[in-house]
């Protein structure tokens, strides 16, 4: 079946632009994650929704960082006013609560200039 | 608060020379330790899920296996095209649903 797939695949802004970052989860799976990866580095949470109960926002590291998902589909990843410490890969995950199974999708690389 | 080690950091091996890297965490009640590879460029793509002490998982040269502390995952015999990063990821219990993730083994396979 159709894993995740998030777009755009590479996005390269300005200092001070707002951009939208994508994620279609795997259909059925009730739980999506926003995950930022930068060079070199480890997987940093971001945020978790999880059906229709209020999202977990805990990992946004700023104000200028939102989400929202629309039921159990499609998500979408806010960022306004970039700044160059912004770079890096975001990734999305879809998790089946029941099985235990994952799927990442291919990420967006972020380039702030 | 939970914590994730992977070592080692890398990991360089011939073809058909097994080992095994390691994930120590701390957390409080495991609900799930999860294994995924990362090929350069690319998100992760999940391996295993182990829930208690003493659970086993295998997938071709891949063997996953899990202690109150740590976790290992075993490589047999591997091949080139094993070379990847391989991260491992704890999920803690209470209510919590956000898998804590290690830095990654980044393993090198020469042929």
């Known amino acids: 079946g159709a894993g995740v797939s998030q777009s755009p695949s590479n996005k390269v802004t300005e200092k001070g632009k707002d951009v939208e970052l994508r994620c279609d989860p795997i259909s059925g799976h009730t739980a999506l994650y926003w995950y930022r990866q930068r060079l070199g580095q480890g997987l940093e949470f971001l945020i978790y929704?999880?059906?229709?109960?209020?999202p977990d926002k805990s990992g946004l590291p700023s104000d200028r960082f939102s989400a929202e998902r629309t039921g159990e589909s499609v998500s979408t990843l806010t960022i306004q006013r970039t700044q160059q410490e912004d770079s890096a890969v975001y990734l999305c995950?879809?998790?089946?609560?029941?099985?235990?199974?994952w799927g990442f999708g291919p990420g967006t690389r972020l380039t702030v200039t | 608060e939970d914590q994730v080690t992977q070592s080692p950091e890398a990991l360089r091996l011939q073809e058909g020379e097994s080992s095994s890297l390691n994930c120590s965490y701390t957390?409080?009640?495991?609900?799930?330790l999860f294994w995924y590879r990362q090929d350069p460029g690319k998100g992760p793509e999940f391996l295993f899920t182990l829930y208690s002490a003493g659970e086993e998982k295998e997938k071709e040269r891949l063997k996953a296996t899990l202690t109150k502390k740590e976790s290992f995952l075993h490589i047999t015999a591997p091949k080139p095209e094993d070379s990847a990063t391989y991260l491992c990821?704890?999920?803690?219990?209470?209510?919590?649903?956000?898998?804590?993730f290690g830095r990654g083994t980044s393993l090198i396979v020469h042929p």
């Open positions: 995950a879809s998790r089946d609560r029941t099985s235990g199974s």
């Open positions: 990821a704890v999920q803690a219990g209470g209510g919590s649903y956000i898998p804590t």
């Open positions: 929704f999880q059906g229709n109960s209020a």
């Open positions: 957390v409080s009640g495991l609900r799930g």
